[in-house]
């Protein structure tokens, strides 16, 4: 009898979808890990078993990973302080591996190694390397940055008509967030004893200037985009407002970009989920009121 299958941060948006789809493919027993169980009663509900987990409660996490064979590890998003991220991953892959899980499939970021520009990267690649000398069986997933996330600055690029940024030629396949989901779902279902590193990108690699050509094409409003230095895009960002630690965060994406640091189109999406990644222009059309209203 296959052993039950978890998920951790099952009440974020990514671990929700990959619920949702291991239970639309009948994978069996799920475990859904999350900080409250109570904001996951419509999962259990549908016969999910729902456990609580902290990933700053080592002391919770035993009993969260008790029983299950193979486990997905979201990554947190806890950047307010350095370092306290990678020591919420640790606590995890230490925890499943005491608790007897065989396999283990982590959400991680393009290209993480030393030299990434990512100011969080250091976080992945530790995490990384942890699970591979952990002894497990692993499948690490490499998401590309997610098309969703466009939504943080469309809307103002789209009011000012101008689109500063320092990323140069670099390009960008961003991933729709529910085939990354559909990736992690099937990964963690597949049963393989195969340890993997997988690129998780959309079907095209696009600049700042190919996305903002598509976007006013959709939207039919015209962007300018604006060329500028690491340092005048942080001056940018200051007078604009954003939080000082958000800054060299959001700056050190543009400058990943530019040199390279992000992964070509790969086919990971279709070969695991067997349906192609959506694209780029599909998601604009999906939230063109958003982007009109």
């Not at 947190?76 to 499943?96: C, F, N, Y």
């Amino acid at each position: 009898m296959p052993q039950p299958l978890l998920v951790t941060g099952a009440g974020g948006q990514l671990g929700r979808s990959v619920v949702d789809n291991l239970l639309a493919s009948g994978a069996g027993h799920i475990i859904a890990t999350t900080r409250d169980p109570s904001k996951l009663a419509d999962l259990a509900a549908k016969g999910v078993e729902v456990r609580r987990a902290d990933f700053d409660d080592a002391a919770s996490l035993p009993t969260a990973f008790a029983g299950a064979g193979r486990a997905l590890i979201i990554s947190t998003d806890a950047l307010d302080r350095p370092g306290r991220r990678l020591e919420q991953h640790l606590s995890a892959v230490a925890a499943a591996k005491a608790a007897g899980v065989k396999h283990l499939v982590y959400t991680s970021m393009p290209k993480p190694e030393p030299g990434s520009a990512v100011i969080f990267a250091p976080d992945h690649f530790g995490t990384e390397t942890a699970i591979r000398e952990s002894g497990l069986g692993y499948t690490i997933l490499r998401n590309s940055w997610y098309q969703e996330n466009l939504m943080i600055s469309l809307p103002n690029v789209l009011g000012s008509g101008l689109w500063f940024t320092s990323a140069g030629a670099g390009k960008v396949a961003h991933v729709a967030r529910e085939d990354a989901a559909r990736v992690a779902a099937a990964a963690l279902a597949s049963g393989s004893d195969e340890s993997l590193t997988l690129d998780v990108t959309g079907p095209e690699a696009l600049t700042t200037e190919q996305i903002a050509a598509l976007v006013s094409d959709v939207v039919g409003k015209p962007i300018q985009v604006m060329q500028v230095t690491d340092e005048q895009l942080a001056g940018g960002m200051k007078q604009a407002g954003l939080p000082d630690f958000l800054v060299p965060l959001l700056v050190s994406f543009d400058a990943n970009t530019r040199n390279g640091g992000l992964t070509p189109p790969t086919d990971t999406v279709e070969r695991l989920t067997g349906l192609r990644p959506r694209p780029l222009r599909a998601f604009l059309e999906a939230v063109k009121p958003a982007l009109v209203g």
